[in-house]
């Protein structure tokens, strides 16, 4: 896409109102052209064939055919960056689920129902979603673990400042965002049931999302997959993903480390944040971590890699490869603190071999 391009959109609701919020929202960016609106998921497809957009805004609940339905055949005929614009229940969050294994890249939550008079609220973080999807590789997106399993030459970067890690690490933190719940299943279920070490994620998503996340990569799993409660303490073979809406920390108690949960403001526009995990990791566990860095948009995660890395911290980059979004990765890349720049589904092995 060039850039002096616009980014063409197609907005599909049910609603009249929603589709004309959205527009407006969606018109208020300079380089975002709405090119077409769909009042369900027949005239979705058609208006796709027809306009060719470069992005869709899909409403999960829609009579007739629902928007999983939709994306399911988006997919199958011409896979292209698709939002999903979900409602904020229990229901809505497992079909987001559903919606991100079928090949969408991104979502944002309506925040009031589904006729939301102050989508106002979430227009900043749509609007820039819709920038960053509009750069996504599909081929990443969606396919599953056929792309996962794609041969590519992994790229390990030897650099002076790597340390040497005879001695196994004591835990280790991932950072994830647009793409990352599929990154993460082509990585945290490869894992053995007797992995040795804690894994703490932050993996960008709204309050009520993370619920949802966690359940379904604890079924993938053979270690054990959970949503962080405050005071819950840090175990080996565990993973533990932070809580939407909440940053993710450690404390060292007398006999454990616990996670805490802390509401203040976000960080890079995002909470949870890698970047506070990674820095309150720094006080409390040091530099003997494994740091891998995801799939997102944005350069969450960057400062506190810089830190742990200093600190001796081993760390892994997605390579771009097989990222939806190099945002991230490529940050910490870019800033040559990546000891490992390998495809998503390296990553797991490397995470064997580090523990060894």
């Not at 907005?11 to 960016?29: H, T, Y």
């Not at 229940?89 to 497992?94: L, S």
């Not at 559903?98 to 973080?125: H, R």
């Not at 819950?232 to 940053?247: D, F, L, S």
Request: with cysteine.
């Amino acid at each position: 896409m060039s850039l002096s391009r616009k980014i063409r959109v197609l907005v599909v609701d049910d609603s009249a109102f929603m589709r004309k919020v959205i527009g407006d929202i969606l018109s208020a960016e300079q380089s975002i052209e709405i090119v077409g609106k769909a009042r369900n998921g027949d005239e979705a497809i058609a208006k796709i064939k027809e306009l060719l957009p470069d992005v869709v805004t899909l409403d999960m609940e829609m009579p007739g055919k629902n928007g999983l339905d939709v994306l399911r055949e988006i997919m199958k005929a011409e896979p292209i960056p698709v939002i999903m614009v979900s409602s904020l229940t229990r229901e809505g969050a497992n079909i987001t689920m559903q919606a991100l294994d079928a090949g969408a890249v991104d979502f944002v939550t309506k925040p009031s129902g589904v006729i939301s008079l102050d989508m106002g609220k979430i227009g900043d973080e749509l609007r820039q979603k819709i920038v960053a999807v509009s750069k996504a590789s599909m081929k990443n997106a969606y396919g599953g673990e056929a792309s996962h399993l794609r041969k590519i030459q992994a790229n390990p970067l030897q650099t002076p400042q790597r340390r040497d890690m005879s001695k196994r690490p004591d835990m280790v933190v991932i950072a994830a965002s647009t793409g990352g719940p599929n990154a993460l299943q082509g990585v945290i279920p490869g894992l053995s049931s007797g992995f040795p070490l804690p894994i703490l994620i932050v993996q960008h998503m709204p309050p009520g999302f993370t619920t949802s996340f966690a359940n379904r990569m604890n079924e993938l799993s053979r270690i054990s997959v959970v949503e962080a409660c405050d005071g819950m303490p840090v175990k080996k073979g565990t993973a533990i993903i932070a809580p939407g809406g909440y940053h993710l920390t450690v404390e060292r108690t007398l006999s454990n480390l616990v996670c805490k949960l802390k509401d203040s403001p976000p960080v890079r526009s995002v909470r949870p944040s890698a970047d506070v995990l990674f820095t309150s990791v720094s006080e409390i566990v040091g530099g003997s971590v494994v740091v891998v860095v995801l799939t997102g948009m944005g350069k969450d995660g960057l400062d506190g890699t810089r830190l742990l890395r200093s600190m001796g911290a081993y760390v892994i980059a997605e390579a771009k490869e097989t990222c939806v979004i190099y945002g991230m990765p490529g940050a910490v890349s870019e800033a040559g603190l990546a000891d490992e720049s390998l495809p998503v589904y390296s990553i797991t092995e490397a995470l064997e071999r580090l523990v060894r």
